[in-house]
C-alpha cells in the first residue's frame, strides 16, 4: 500500500533506527543503520552524512537505494525506494540537523567530538507499507487543528498579562492546562551574561528558582544558542544532562547554586527558544516520561506561544523601564515576630537568612539595598524608577532586566518559606514585608 511521508512523522524521530540498504556498481548489497533520518517535504528525506565508508562508496557508484522505517507507536514498517539528488553543508536544513546532533551529543560530554559533517538529500521514488502483523497503516492525524486552537486561546491569556510574573504563570499554566505537558520550566537570559535563569517551573518536586543554565549547555542552553527549537523524543539513546537532580539545603548553602529541576528518567525533552525583535529573551524546557511525548504539531503550536510570550516579555520590560510612579504608601512594613540574621557576602553578593542560603549577584544587591534603606529609613515601599537610579545599587545597565531580578528574588523569598516578603503594590510599586526585626550583616 503507497503511503503519503507527511504521514509517517514519527518514523522520523528517530527512537528506532532506520536501515538503508545499497547495492555496489556490480550489485553487491550492503546495509548500514541510520542515525538520523529526517523528513524534507512529500518527496524528499534527508540523511546525515555519517556512513561507513561502504555505504558512501556504493552510493557514488550507483545513487538508488532502499531505505527501511519503523513507527515506534506499533512496529508498523514502510519501505522507501530513494535516488540520491545532492549534499548540503549549509543552509536551514543542515543547521537544523546539525543543532539537534550538537544538543545530543552534549548530554553525553562529546558537543565537541560529534559533528555533522553533511545532509544528503534524497528523492523518495515511493514509499510503502511492509506487511506487519498487528500494525496498523499511517493515517493523517486531526490534531494539529487542535493544538493550533489551543496555542490560539493561550496567546490570548498570555496578551492581557501585562506584567513579567504573570506572563510567566500563563505561559508555564498553558501547556500543562491545554497540551497535558505536566513538567515544565521558564528561564530568562540574563541580558548582560550569557546564562538562563529559571524563574518558574511546573510539575517538579522543588521550583529550582533561581537555578542557572549556561548559553550552549546541554539541551536547554543549545536552543538558546542556536535560536531553534531542539526535540529529542527519546532519552533512552543518550545519556541524560549531567547535571545531578538534588535539592537539598545543605547542598544550596555550600555551594551557592540552586540545582535545576528534572525528571531522572525523562524520555521526551523539548526546549524552545522566545525570541521577540530578534533578541533572545529565554527558553521554555518541557519533558514528559513517555516516548514521542512532543510531536511536530505539537512543537508547532508551542513555538507560537513561545514567540508571543518573548514580545509580552519585552513590551513589559519596556514599560516598566518607562515607568513614572511614585511612591505614595507609607509604614515601615514591619511585624511583630522573632529576631532573625541576613548576612550579605560583598564578594557575590549572597544573602544567607538564618543561615539558609537565598540569591546571589544583582538579585540578592537588590534584597540587602531595600532592607537597608528600610532599617535605616524606616520605608518600606519602593519603585522600580527608583531602584534604576540609585548609584548605590550599581545595576549592569539601564537595560537590564529589573523586572525578571525583582520577580526571581521575590519567588525565591516565597521558596524559601523566608521571614522577608516583597509584594507588589501596582505597577512598578513594590513594598517590604518582614516578619520581625531583621539583623543585616555583610562580610
Not at 12 to 27: C, K, N, R
Not at 252 to 260: D, G, P, S
Not at 280 to 306: C, K
Not at 309 to 321: E, F, G, Q
Request: contains cysteine; glycine residues 8%.
Amino acid at each position: 500500500m503507497t503511503v503519503r511521508l507527511r504521514d509517517l512523522h514519527t518514523c522520523f524521530e528517530g527512537v528506532i533506527p532506520s536501515i538503508i540498504a545499497t547495492a555496489s556498481q556490480v550489485g553487491v548489497p550492503n546495509i548500514s543503520y541510520l542515525s538520523h533520518v529526517a523528513l524534507v517535504d512529500d518527496e524528499h528525506v534527508a540523511l546525515s552524512d555519517q556512513f561507513f565508508s561502504k555505504t558512501a562508496a556504493n552510493i557514488r557508484a550507483n545513487n538508488n537505494a532502499a531505505v527501511m522505517l519503523v513507527d515506534p507507536r506499533d512496529g508498523s514498517q514502510y519501505r522507501l525506494s530513494v535516488v540520491f539528488e545532492r549534499s548540503l553543508d549549509s543552509g536551514p536544513l543542515y543547521e537544523t540537523m546539525a543543532a539537534e546532533l550538537r544538543a545530543s551529543s552534549a548530554q553525553v560530554g562529546m558537543a565537541d567530538v560529534m559533528r555533522l559533517r553533511g545532509v544528503d538529500i534524497y528523492r523518495v521514488a515511493s514509499a510503502e507499507a511492509i506487511p506487519t502483523p498487528g500494525a496498523a497503516v499511517a493515517t493523517s492525524s486531526p490534531a494539529t487543528s487542535l493544538y493550533l486552537a489551543a496555542a490560539a486561546t493561550l496567546n490570548g491569556r498570555i496578551s492581557e498579562a501585562s506584567e513579567i510574573d504573570a506572563i510567566v504563570d500563563a505561559v508555564l499554566d498553558g501547556p500543562r492546562d491545554s497540551f497535558g505537558c505536566a513538567n515544565s520550566m521558564l528561564l530568562l537570559k540574563y541580558p548582560a551574561g550569557e546564562r538562563l535563569v529559571t524563574v518558574g517551573s511546573r510539575g517538579y518536586s522543588w521550583t529550582g528558582i533561581g537555578s542557572e543554565v549556561a548559553i550552549g549547555e546541554a539541551i536547554i542552553g543549545t536552543a538558546a544558542a542556536e535560536r531553534r527549537t531542539i526535540r529529542i523524543s527519546d532519552m533512552s539513546r543518550i545519556r541524560r544532562f549531567g547535571n545531578a537532580i538534588r535539592a537539598s539545603a545543605v547542598d544550596e548553602n555550600q555551594t551557592r547554586t540552586i540545582a535545576l529541576p528534572g525528571i531522572a528518567d525523562a524520555m521526551s525533552q523539548m526546549a524552545l527558544p522566545m525570541i521577540a525583535g530578534g533578541v533572545l529573551r529565554g527558553v521554555l524546557f518541557l519533558e514528559n516520561r513517555e516516548r514521542l511525548a512532543f510531536p511536530r504539531d505539537v512543537e508547532m503550536a508551542l513555538s507560537i506561544l513561545a514567540s508571543n510570550a518573548a514580545a509580552a516579555l519585552a513590551l513589559a520590560d519596556n514599560t516598566s523601564a518607562n515607568e513614572q510612579s511614585l511612591v505614595t504608601s507609607q509604614g515601615n512594613g514591619a511585624l511583630a515576630g522573632r529576631p532573625f540574621s541576613v548576612i550579605h557576602h560583598l564578594f557575590d553578593d549572597s544573602v544567607f537568612i538564618d543561615g539558609e542560603y537565598l540569591i546571589k549577584g544583582v538579585s540578592g544587591r537588590l534584597l540587602v539595598h531595600l532592607l537597608g534603606l528600610h532599617l535605616r529609613e524606616g520605608r518600606a515601599d519602593f519603585t522600580n524608577r527608583e531602584m534604576r537610579l540609585s548609584d548605590e545599587l550599581r545595576l549592569p545597565d539601564f537595560k537590564d532586566n529589573l523586572e525578571t531580578r525583582l520577580l526571581l528574588l521575590r519567588r525565591r523569598l516565597e521558596e524559601k518559606a523566608a521571614p522577608i516578603r516583597l509584594v507588589k503594590t501596582g505597577r512598578g510599586k513594590l513594598r517590604l514585608e518582614i516578619a520581625g526585626p531583621a539583623l543585616l550583616e555583610s562580610r
